[in-house]
């Protein structure tokens, strides 16, 4: 491809901005953007557009941003969603596990101490 036309200059110019255009192609292109100033103003606010979306990625968020959207859906949801987790709830859970291992291993116990000959367990 040694010329480009319009249409295959704007056609270029996303593969362009990211570097993905062969040499030659690249090169074609600059130099009708050189001599071209409607796909130079064309290739300037597509630079432009481009640009602007680039920088809405790199946005970051203010502080304190996820906590106050937690909090407001928190309220909307009045408490169903999000929801500070107490230690009461989460621990009745763990602790009944634990009481119940120890009871299923009491009761084992138990038999084998009772009934030694009957309960063969590997
Ligand atoms: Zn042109």
């Known amino acids: 491809m040694d010329q480009v036309?319009?249409?295959?200059?704007?056609?270029?110019?996303?593969a362009y901005w990211d570097e993905e255009l062969a040499a030659?192609?690249?090169?074609?292109?600059?130099?009708?953007?050189?001599?071209?100033?409607?796909?130079?103003?064309e290739y300037?606010?597509?630079?432009?557009?481009?640009?602007?979306?680039?920088?809405?990625?790199?946005?970051?968020?203010?502080?304190?941003f996820v906590g106050g959207v937690r909090k407001k859906?928190?309220?909307?949801?009045r408490g169903r969603l999000f929801a500070p987790r107490k230690l009461v709830e989460r621990v009745?859970?763990?602790?009944?596990?634990?009481?119940m291992l120890g009871l299923i291993l009491a009761i084992y116990v138990v038999l084998q101490l009772?009934?030694?000959?009957?309960?063969?367990?590997p």
Do not use: N, W
Not at 5 to 14: I, K, P, R, Y
């Open 24 to 41: 030659e192609q690249a090169g074609a292109l600059e130099e009708h953007l050189r001599a071209c100033v409607v796909c130079r103003r």
């Open 114 to 121: 009772t009934q030694p000959g009957a309960l063969k367990l």
């Open 73 to 77: 859906i928190r309220k909307r949801s």
């Open 5 to 14: 036309d319009h249409t295959q200059a704007a056609e270029l110019f996303s």
């Open 44 to 64: 300037q606010s597509f630079e432009r557009a481009v640009g602007a979306v680039g920088q809405l990625h790199r946005m970051v968020a203010p502080s304190g």
């Open 92 to 99: 009745p859970y763990e602790l009944f596990s634990l009481v």
